[in-house]
């Protein structure tokens, strides 16, 4: 009775946001002094999470590369596992296993994590810390298996290889075989998102080395990827005899000096966790300024836009997986910021990103049987995954949902 009641608070603020001309579901949230109330049905979205990915599974284990997008006619495209995403996957498994505790979920979980295993030694590009982290960091924190720990060691390892001293941050893509002949140094905004493994392995391990670099990397991205409004430039060049900026410039985003909706959630997310595990306030401030700018630039009804500054807005694609990322960073944000009033804006907003994606505009439907989200964008620059399911979207939407319904249900008593 008591869960139905809290749904259907949930549920009305949905629905005052709907009905309402004057004010968007964004303005009713920030004006709560109350915190908001999940507006979907646990055990529905239980159900429609297992349902849709032990039907993915069944496509996925025909063969050993690791699914990417779900398509609208029930097919699934792969990938190799030397893409950046591949780690998303076999996350999502993990997170499917902590949602429900059903233990049969522990078996494709490691199967689509071990698959991963050459990863520890591949140096073509900086994501192996996403790709390694969400696969074997959550099936370490979650199982405790001691062997996956001289894996996630190794990984951290491989990553710092790519640090440049000089620069003092991490080299973003291109094979460490071919630095040499490269002219550049480049680091995107988006590797704030590998520090992750290196801080775990840093306690872990006992290793300040992988730390010092994750910090260096942070501190210098303060310097050279943001501009005064705390919006980022997606990528920065260096050149590498100098050590000096040679180019601010985006690549997935509308333009160079746009606001690119993933870039900026990897901001938020990122320098949250930075400070979560160094307790430095300098990345505080950082993530909540770089929150409450992206707060203030989300329309009414929450999803962000894929670029803030794309001038087709209101006629142009939303990303999904920017506000399932966002809110994931915004949770985390509201538990470490002390002044009360902010705590609520950002929970709020976490749990709005929530009650958006949990609902009928974006869980996916049709015959899109096998993923979570729809409704994001890969790289509009290439006009490649437009408006479509992407792995990583069902990742960062499932660690959004786990908080959600874990404070959900401390709330209520059920922890
Ligand atoms: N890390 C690449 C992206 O966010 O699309």
């Given at each position: 009775m008591k869960i139905r009641l809290l749904v259907c608070v949930g549920i009305f603020s949905m629905l005052a946001f709907l009905s309402c001309?004057?004010?968007s579901y964004k303005e009713i949230l920030l004006c709560q002094t109350e915190k908001e109330q999940i507006s979907f049905d646990p055990d529905s979205i239980k159900e429609f999470v297992t349902g849709q990915y032990v039907r993915s599974l069944e496509e996925a284990g025909k063969g050993m590369l690791v699914p990417r997008n779900s398509y609208k006619d029930g097919t699934i495209r792969s990938t190799p596992i030397e893409d950046w995403v591949s780690g998303f996957y076999a996350g999502t498994l993990w997170y499917i296993y902590e949602l429900t505790g059903d233990t049969s979920w522990i078996a494709p979980a490691r199967q689509w994590t071990e698959v991963l295993d050459p990863i520890k030694t591949y140096e073509g590009i900086h994501d192996i810390g996403f790709m390694m982290y969400c696969s074997y960091g959550n099936g370490y924190r979650l199982l405790?298996?001691?062997?996956?720990l001289p894996v996630l060691k190794q990984t951290s390892e491989t990553l710092c290889k790519r640090f440049n001293p000089k620069i003092g941050t991490l080299l973003s893509w291109g094979n460490l075989a071919d630095t040499a002949t490269q002219k550049y140094h480049n680091t995107i905004i988006d590797n704030m998102m590998n520090l992750e493994l290196l801080m775990f392995s840093a306690k872990q391990f006992q290793e300040p080395y992988f730390s010092d670099i994750a910090v260096k990397h942070a501190d210098n991205t303060i310097k050279c990827h943001f501009r005064p409004n705390y919006s980022t430039y997606h990528v920065v060049e260096f050149?590498?005899?100098?050590?000096?900026?040679?180019k601010q410039e985006t690549h997935q985003g509308y333009d160079d000096n746009s606001d690119w909706a993933r870039g900026q959630a990897w901001t938020i997310y990122g320098y949250s966790m930075m400070y979560r595990e160094t307790g430095n306030k300098k990345y505080l401030e950082m993530s909540s300024r770089c929150a409450d700018r992206f707060i203030s630039r989300l329309p009414g009804d929450l999803i962000p836009y894929w670029d803030f500054d794309d001038p087709r807005i209101a006629n142009t694609y939303r990303d999904a997986s920017a506000g399932a990322i966002a809110a994931c960073g915004l949770f985390g944000l509201s538990e470490q910021v002390e002044d009360t009033v902010q705590s609520l804006k950002y929970y709020n907003i976490a749990i709005g990103l929530v009650n958006r994606l949990s609902s009928a505009d974006y869980l996916a439907k049709d015959n899109y049987y096998k993923c979570l989200i729809l409704h994001s964008v890969g790289h509009w620059q290439k006009k490649t995954e437009i408006d479509c399911n992407i792995n990583y979207a069902d990742y960062y939407y499932m660690e959004a949902l786990l908080k959600a319904l874990d404070l959900y249900d401390k709330k209520n008593g059920n922890k």
């Open positions: 001309k004057t004010e405790k298996d001691e062997r996956y050149d590498k005899k100098t050590g000096k900026i040679v």
